[in-house]
């Protein structure tokens, strides 16, 4: 279990996802259609589909192969979802047709280039919580969150029921790969999320999350810029003007490395989970290393009280998980 930076505050129980139109999410695109081009960009709204179900749907109707539609990243299956997907502008007239109870499409538009994982600039959630048990304590650690900012764990649906422990076995060896290559990069993908979520916990259980230390890998938040932490009481200023954030490394060999005593506790990690560098380095592309902050920030953030019942809505950048958000609000009842 995640630890909680609101761990010292009450805690409502209720529940979440209750239907789908209660767990809302839209793609805010870093770019648009530009109108001509060789991809077709197809945005929909989904309910209770995986990206990958709904691509294969779109597949299917178009008669390409399963492996033609991209995507900029993956969305929640149990919500209602809007997003684009992109296939190769041959599909247009056989989807102008489409119909289906659970996917929706809503513009179809041209573009010159392929949409990769992480051509988006954020994504909006709408949240209902309900049957909650103290309504006030709940926007208490949402204000909370907003004042500061939150732990950017990965969320459960990262790691699905078999994700990390496939992604273990085959990086050490002790299992042969003979998945496809996207179910490769989930798994391994599983892995280094696990790895970025112990250290997370480690330095909340330490008590340093709101501390910049010496060696740590910052990243702007603005730029997305790295560089290593060498003055932390300069940094620890830009730090709590939100204009940076200390980050864990989602492993590979071409990620910024830490320094120091920062260094020593990332190699300890894969030590302790039984694996080395070399690990990934052996996967390649699956595994070429990044950073990610451990903090992450909500935008355009408000809420709305009924009853028993909070609506919120905030944005967050591509990769944050609104479930860490309301993990730091209620006990599931």
Known sequence: M???LTHALV???????SCPEDFQVEEIPAYEACGEGEHLFVQIEKTNLSTVEAAKLLAEAAKLPESAPSWAGLKDKHALCRQTLCLPAQAEEALLGFSNPALRILSMKRHRNKLK????KANRFQVVLRKLSNVSAAIR???????TGFPNFFGQQRFGHHNLRRGLLWLKQKQVARWNAFQKKIYISAVQSALFNHLLNQRLQEGVFFKVLEGDVL???ETGGEFVC????EDQVRFERFELSPTGP?????MTFAEGEMADKEAAALVEFGLSLEDFKRVGFLAHGARRPFRALLEEASFKALENELVLSFTLAPGCYATSVIHEMI???
């Open 117 to 120: 994982t992480g051509h988006l």
């Open 331 to 333: 006990d599931e009842a």
């Open 230 to 233: 060498r003055n932390a009481g």
């Open 250 to 254: 989602m492993y590979g060999p071409k």
């Open 219 to 221: 990243k702007k938040h």
């Open 141 to 147: 650690c949402f204000e909370q969150l907003l004042e």
């Open 11 to 17: 805690h409502s129980t209720g529940q979440y996802k």
């Open 2 to 4: 995640n630890c909680r």
